[in-house]
């Protein structure tokens, strides 16, 4: 709902979140120039639309991995919290799934370093690149 209380569509960066992808997961579909028009929109809402949600692929896998002994069990509900941005307790799952933005909200200095960090995280890999700004003297 939006804040007059009407029915909206989700927007992308929502329908990642809702079937399980890492906030803006597609942003890279096209060159940087085309973001934020509505052929990087369109382009992006087509991935999403022809994918699978990722919690239910986890939880088919678990069932039939599990019992076969590949995998150790989890709970439906570890794997939602798991999905759920803003809920994992290791670093790198806060950048891959930080917490979203609630608005006008004051985020506590933990949020706001996560929010800074995740920026800088690379949606081809586990690296993060991090600069420090050094002063000679």
């Not at 992308?12 to 579909?29: D, S």
């Not at 800074?116 to 890999?125: A, F, Y």
Request: proline content about 7%; aromatic content about 4%.
């Amino acid at each position: 709902m939006d804040s007059q209380g009407s029915l909206r569509t989700p927007s992308v960066k929502e329908w990642e979140v809702i079937l399980g992808f890492p906030p803006n997961y597609t942003r890279q579909c096209m060159t940087k120039s085309e973001h934020g028009s509505t052929q990087h929109e369109d382009c992006r809402l087509s991935l999403i639309g022809n994918s699978w949600s990722v919690g239910a692929v986890a939880w088919l896998l678990g069932q039939l991995l599990q019992p076969l002994g590949i995998i150790s069990s989890i709970s439906l509900q570890e794997l939602v919290t798991h999905l759920t941005p803003g809920q994992q307790p290791e670093l790198q799952g806060l950048l891959l799934r930080p917490p979203m933005s609630q608005g006008t909200k004051t985020l506590s200095p933990s949020s706001k370093l996560v929010a800074k960090l995740s920026g800088l995280v690379s949606l081809k890999g586990d690296d993060l690149m991090l600069q420090a700004q050094v002063k000679y003297q």
